[in-house]
C-alpha cells in the first residue's frame, strides 16, 4: 500500500502564528491533496498539487498557502493561523485515471491542529 | 457543486449480521472509493470501485454509473467493523480530487 506520511502529528500554536504542516510520499504519485476534517463538515479539501511546482485551489483555500517543492513532499502552510483553523488535516496522495491505472487515493495518519 | 449523500447515517447490528451502506452522487463520476475511519485514526482505503462489483474479503462494493450511486456490503459483521465508513467520489476533469459523503457510523455489538 501506499506510504503517506504527515509530520507533525500534534501541533499547538498561537493565534497570529505561522503553522507548516508537512507530508511526505514514497510512491511517486504526480497528485496530492490536502483535506481538513470536522465534525458537521466532514472532509473537505484545502490544496492539492498535479506535481512539483504545481498548486491548486480546492473547495475551502482561504486562510491557506501550499507548497510542492519535489514528487514527494508537499506542505500546508497557515501564515498568521486563527482558532477557526482547529481541525484534523489530512494530506492525500493518487494520480489521476488515464484508462489504465486507478485514481485511488492513500491518506496519511493526520495532524491535530489546535490554534489557541 | 459536487455533493455525496450517504445512508443510513448510523446503524447498529449484532455481531454477525450484514450492512448494507448506501452512497449517491450529483453528478456522474469515474471515480469512487469507499473508506474506513476509527475516531481520530486515518482513512483506510477499503475499495476503490468506479463502475461493477468488487469484493475484498466480506466487504463488496456495486457501483452503478448511470443511476450515480454505489453500495458497500460488509457480510458477517464483526465487532472490530465498528467505525465511520465513507464514501467519495471523484472528478477526473479537476485533479481527481474527491468528495466525501458524511459517513455512516457503524457500530456493531456483540
Known amino acids: 500500500e501506499a506510504a503517506v506520511t504527515q509530520s507533525p502529528r500534534n501541533k499547538v500554536a498561537v493565534t497570529g502564528g505561522k503553522v507548516t504542516l508537512s507530508c511526505n510520499q514514497t510512491?511517486?504519485?504526480?497528485?496530492m491533496y490536502w483535506y481538513r476534517q470536522d465534525t458537521g463538515h466532514g472532509l473537505r479539501l484545502i490544496h492539492y498539487?498535479?506535481?512539483?511546482?504545481?498548486?491548486e485551489k480546492g473547495d475551502i483555500p482561504d486562510g491557506y498557502k501550499a507548497s510542492r517543492p519535489s514528487q514527494e513532499n508537499f506542505s500546508l502552510i497557515l501564515e498568521l493561523a486563527t482558532p477557526s483553523q482547529t481541525s484534523v488535516y489530512f494530506c492525500?496522495?493518487?494520480?489521476?485515471?488515464?484508462?489504465?491505472?486507478?485514481?485511488?487515493?492513500?491518506f496519511g495518519p493526520g495532524t491535530r491542529l489546535t490554534v489557541l | 457543486e459536487q455533493q455525496v449523500q450517504q445512508s443510513p447515517a448510523s446503524l447498529v447490528l449484532q455481531e454477525a449480521e450484514n450492512a448494507e451502506l448506501q452512497c449517491s452522487f450529483s453528478?456522474?463520476?469515474?471515480?469512487v472509493q469507499w473508506f474506513y475511519q476509527r475516531p481520530g485514526g486515518r482513512l483506510v482505503s477499503l475499495l476503490y470501485?468506479?463502475?461493477g462489483t468488487k469484493q475484498s474479503g466480506r466487504l463488496t462494493s456495486t457501483t452503478v454509473i448511470k443511476e450515480r450511486r454505489s453500495s458497500l456490503h460488509i457480510s458477517s459483521s464483526q465487532i472490530t467493523d465498528s467505525g465511520t465508513y465513507l464514501c467519495?467520489?471523484?472528478?477526473?476533469?479537476?485533479?481527481?480530487?474527491?468528495?466525501f459523503g458524511g459517513g455512516t457510523r457503524l457500530t456493531v455489538r456483540p
Open positions: 492525500a496522495s493518487g494520480d489521476a485515471w488515464t484508462g489504465v491505472n486507478y485514481a485511488e487515493q492513500f
Open positions: 510512491n511517486n504519485h504526480n497528485n
Open positions: 498539487s498535479y506535481g512539483a511546482g504545481s498548486t
Open positions: 453528478i456522474f463520476t469515474n471515480q
Open positions: 470501485n468506479p463502475s
Open positions: 467519495a467520489m471523484g472528478n477526473n476533469n479537476a485533479g481527481a480530487k474527491l468528495t
